[in-house]
């Protein structure tokens, strides 16, 4: 019997509702946390609710609900009627529905409560649990071809994935619309005005070496006795993990029920290490200046040399009028007691099927032809359209045609693309993964670390202290989310 309890329902939902399509300037994944120039973004593209017929001269019917943006909307679109056409004799109608964020949640909440669920719909990696475990979407295991599966980056194999008690493995569950990540970008042109080397795509600095690239980058420009330009500027809510997992942070144990922050010597050095950059060392704004004027719009104002690049943020920062600047690409700094890798952390969110579609088959050709279909994947990616909203799914795509547009100057892409592709791939000097909180079932558990953060840099406690306090909060959290997970999967 599925669960209807209210507090149940919104912990599924909220697996939906603080990802991104990454690709798109939504939010991302599960962590709770969202990127200035994301919400910006989506402020300013959010449309109205649409609807769209596309009718062919079959019997089924299947309803489409996403969120996504107007750009977005009509290469999906375009993509949905070659599907129809394709399967004219098959498909009476596919009702393609399009909305906001916050009101996609609103009327999935109401689906799930109602138990009408559209035959396709959008579900993040931290969400699948929820979603199987109340009885919501099919696997896909015996509908997508084992091909189709492999075409696509190695982490959207395995996040998807559900055996009844871990995530990650067992059976297939969506399919993903994209992956992305946070990337470090650097102002090209405030580094030729100081006449410093760019960072070296290949050797990420390390704490110590950008410390010292930051302090030449910080200066009072107008000598006015105040800094008006930082070597960096960080959000805590998305900008810090990276920081933190470079150092080889973990914040829970290894079966995902205890938090380790008290006693964790690799957080309390890599989190000294992140204050002291604003308490010590003074390369980024204050917490009251960044309070006056965010890092994201302090970047955009060629203010600050680094800041964090989301895939979903490069067609921002390629636009000369949002962004007049040179830039590129590098890797977050690596911490003296990690792996010696830059580590950052992914996200995505996948197209999944009804448990009570009637067209399983039909519906799961459908998201194939969303998620891998190889023309879509080229106009998303800004292969055949000339701007990037998302890397492509299909890999071969991605080294091939996509880096040769970019290399060509065909598509407005940083040069240093592959700094991306190592931190998807992995190799011996770039790794990323899903937060933990992408396993857990909720989040809720972090948000009392990120958002206390503040606390340290304005120097009202001290990074030991604020551990020892925190922790204990952090653990109600989590036993709560584990509560949760227990009365839904029992």
Not at 246 to 252: A, E, I, P
Not at 384 to 411: C, H, M, R, W
Not at 440 to 460: H, L
């Amino acid at each position: 019997m599925k669960k209807k309890i209210l507090s149940m329902l919104l912990a599924t939902v909220m697996g939906i509702s603080v990802l991104a399509g990454c690709g798109n300037v939504t939010t991302t994944e599960e962590a709770g946390e969202t990127s200035e120039g994301d919400a910006a973004a989506a402020g300013e593209a959010a449309a109205e609710v649409s609807t769209d017929s596309l009718t062919g001269n079959g019997d089924a019917t299947l309803n489409v609900f996403l969120y996504m943006q107007d750009h977005e909307k009509a290469i999906y679109k375009k993509v949905l009627e070659d599907f129809v056409s394709a399967h004219s004799d098959e498909i009476k109608e596919v009702v393609f529905e399009v909305t906001t964020q916050d009101e996609y949640n609103t009327k999935m909440t109401a689906n799930m409560t109602a138990n009408d669920m559209p035959d396709v719909f959008y579900v993040g990696p931290a969400a699948v649990r929820s979603y199987v475990d109340n009885g919501y979407i099919m696997a896909l295991d015996d509908y997508v071809d084992s091909n189709v599966i492999a075409s696509t980056w190695g982490t959207t194999q395995e996040i998807y994935r559900y055996d009844g008690k871990t995530a990650g493995t067992g059976s297939l569950y969506a399919l993903p619309k994209d992956l992305s990540c946070f990337a470090f970008a650097y102002n090209k042109d405030l580094f030729d005005e100081a006449g410093l080397e760019y960072p070296d795509p290949e050797n990420p600095y390390t704490y110590d070496e950008f410390i010292e690239v930051c302090q030449k980058l910080t200066k009072d420009k107008d000598g006015d006795g105040e800094t008006d330009q930082w070597g960096v500027a960080n959000a805590n809510q998305f900008g810090m993990t990276p920081y933190l997992y470079s150092n080889g942070v973990k914040f829970l144990n290894e079966d995902m029920t205890k938090v380790n922050v008290a006693n964790n010597q690799q957080l309390k050095e890599a989190l000294t290490f992140y204050t002291d950059l604003t308490t010590k060392y003074g390369v980024t704004p204050t917490v009251e200046q960044d309070t006056a004027l965010g890092g994201y719009q302090r970047w955009l104002d060629g203010q600050v040399a680094f800041y964090a690049c989301g895939t979903w943020d490069v067609a921002a920062f390629m636009d000369d009028a949002t962004f007049p600047y040179e830039w590129n690409l590098c890797g977050w700094p690596v911490g003296p007691s990690g792996d010696g890798k830059s580590h950052t952390w992914m996200g995505s969110v996948g197209y999944a099927v009804s448990s009570n579609t009637e067209y399983p088959e039909l519906a799961a050709e459908l998201i194939s032809a969303l998620s891998t279909d190889e023309e879509g994947q080229k106009a998303v990616s800004g292969i055949s359209t000339g701007e990037s909203i998302q890397l492509p799914n299909i890999t071969d795509l991605a080294y091939g045609e996509f880096v040769d547009a970019v290399n060509a100057g065909k598509l407005p892409f940083p040069s240093n693309v592959n700094v991306l592709f190592s931190y998807f791939d992995g190799t011996d000097k770039y790794a990323a993964a899903l937060q933990e909180t992408d396993y857990t079932y909720n989040a809720e558990w972090f948000d009392p670390f990120w958002q206390g953060v503040t606390n340290i840099q304005t120097g009202d406690i001290t990074v030991e202290d604020f551990l020892n306090e925190v922790e204990p909060e952090m653990q109600s959290a989590l036993d709560n989310a584990i509560e949760l997970q227990n009365s839904a999967t029992n």
